[in-house]
């Protein structure tokens, strides 16, 4: 199995959920008592914070880039970004460094087409659903994204910062959640991209009758995929 590298801490509550699926499915795989090979590089988000709320792209693109380098050095053989919002600089890292990038998005995108899926919802920080990195990907590959309004758009943005980062989770948050999902689902959405590594700790199918991506899930999955 090749040697998975993380760029986590952002936050570092997803990065947990990345190391526990990817060695769960990697034992999964190959029996009991085995693991994944994993290196992680672990920011500290306060850091990022900082960048996003100054909004220095350049500043973290040079963040990300450095840390993908750093972990090729070590030994890396295939890389992740654990951060749907940092894939931004998806095309930078690749260009940084010789080993394999696994996107989130591409692997997410795989997921939608399983299911014969035309449009679907996205949930994420307000960079993610405002901006085309991630909207433009979906709609090139002939899937349509339906996003809250711009409210909802910032209640879901604020959750993440001030709530999951946490680990807080609250009823009424999730209500809401499933409110906004909801209300997406009667204008055409037929699944919902969790587009924040964080939003699983939060929400997951059993709450919601339309079929819900988990971006953590996924992109953990096919990072084993692609190792092995």
Request: proline share 3%; with cysteine.
């Amino acid at each position: 199995m090749k040697k998975i590298g993380l760029v986590g801490g952002i936050s570092w509550q997803s990065t947990l959920e990345y190391y526990r699926i990817i060695n769960e499915t990697a034992m999964a795989r190959l029996g009991n008592g085995h693991s994944a090979k994993i290196l992680i590089e672990s920011l500290d988000f306060g850091e990022v914070e900082v960048l996003i709320k100054e909004q220095d792209f350049a500043g973290l693109t040079d963040l990300i880039v450095n840390s993908a380098k750093t972990l090729e050095r070590a030994g890396a053989e295939l890389l992740l970004i654990c951060a749907n919002t940092m894939h931004f600089v998806a095309p930078q890292v690749q260009q940084s460094i010789s080993i394999p990038l696994v996107h989130i998005l591409d692997a997410t995108i795989e997921r939608i087409r399983e299911q014969g899926l035309s449009c679907v919802a996205l949930l994420g920080t307000e960079f993610t659903m405002e901006q085309d990195f991630y909207k433009g990907k979906l709609i090139q590959q002939g899937i349509n994204v339906l996003i809250p309004g711009k409210e909802d758009r910032h209640f879901v943005h604020q959750t993440i910062f001030t709530e999951l980062f946490q680990r807080i989770i609250r009823p009424d948050t999730k209500s809401r959640f499933l409110t906004i999902i909801d209300s997406l689902s009667r204008q055409g959405a037929q699944g919902v991209i969790l587009g924040c590594t964080e939003l699983p700790l939060l929400l997951n199918q059993q709450d919601c009758s339309i079929p819900v991506f988990d971006t953590t899930e996924i992109h953990s999955k096919a990072a084993v995929d692609f190792a092995m």
